[in-house]
T-cell receptor
Framework: DTEVTQTPKHLVMGMTNKKSLKCEQH?????MYWYKQKAKKPPELMFV???????INESVPSRFSPECPNSSLLNLHLHALQPEDSALYLC?????????????FGPGTRLTVL | GENVEQHPSTLSVQEGDSAVIKCTYS??????FPWYKQELGKRPQLIID?????GEKKDQRIAVTLNKTAKHFSLHITETQPEDSAVYFC??????????FGKGTRLHILP
């Protein structure tokens, strides 16, 4: 299995809702990432988990809360989002390090905040 | 921190011609330079990458060159085809887990 999967594909939520995005990989990769991508912009790093521990947090607002329950799963919990948080949220995983291995992206969740 | 500049932002080439996209980076410690292709509504896909101990790498119609002294690297696509139309992102990594992306180049292949 060489895929990173993400659910849901699309999500519409109100500013008072609580929702979660899910990412899964069964490649035994040790690093998992969350990126945010706005239209016509590059992916913007949010969080990195390495061996299930948060290793990078790019000063993301607390309304985004990551969680890594095990080595195959990565969640992003959403609460009290703003319309400007509407974007494509991409998950990625990597086995070793960027110097030697490839980062694989999931298909993304397109989030709309009303 | 690392900063990656990418040019041009838009590029139109006739089908069959070559396309070149150029990037510069600021951190001399960067040692990994991937290129991603992203089609509309799809995920970024790695098309080629190069590491700092190599000056050039080729994969069929795609090649990447790296000049560490000048801190720039380029993507070359030869014999362009309609399916090459997409947004291309260069990137640089100066630490094990973090990639810095360029702003992207929208490539149009004209019939």
């Amino acid at each position: 299995d060489t895929e990173v999967t993400q659910t849901p594909k699309h999500l519409v939520m109100g500013m008072t809702n609580k929702k979660s995005l899910k990412c899964e990989q069964h490649m035994g990769h040790r690093a998992m990432y969350w990126y945010k991508q706005k239209a016509k912009k590059p992916p913007e790093l949010m969080f990195v988990y390495s061996y299930e521990k948060l290793s990078i947090n790019e000063s993301v607002p607390s309304r985004f809360s990551p969680e890594c329950p095990n080595s195959s799963l990565l969640n992003l919990h959403l609460h009290a989002l703003q319309p400007e948080d509407s974007a494509l949220y991409l998950c990625a995983s990597m086995e070793g390090s960027l110097g030697t291995d490839t980062q694989y992206f999931g298909p993304g969740t397109r989030l709309t905040v009303l | 921190g690392e900063n990656v500049e990418q040019h041009p932002s838009t590029l139109s080439v006739q089908e069959g011609d070559s396309a070149v996209i150029k990037c510069t980076y600021s951190d001399s410690a960067s040692n990994y330079f991937p290129w991603y292709k992203q089609e509309l509504g799809k995920r970024p896909q790695l098309i080629i990458d190069i590491r700092s101990n190599v000056g050039e790498k080729k994969d069929q119609r795609i090649a990447v060159t790296l000049n560490k002294t000048a801190k720039h690297f380029s993507l070359h696509i030869t014999e362009t085809q309609p399916e090459d139309s997409a947004v291309y992102f260069c990137a640089a990594s100066n630490r094990d887990d973090k990639i810095i992306f360029g702003k992207g180049t929208r490539l149009h292949i004209l019939p």
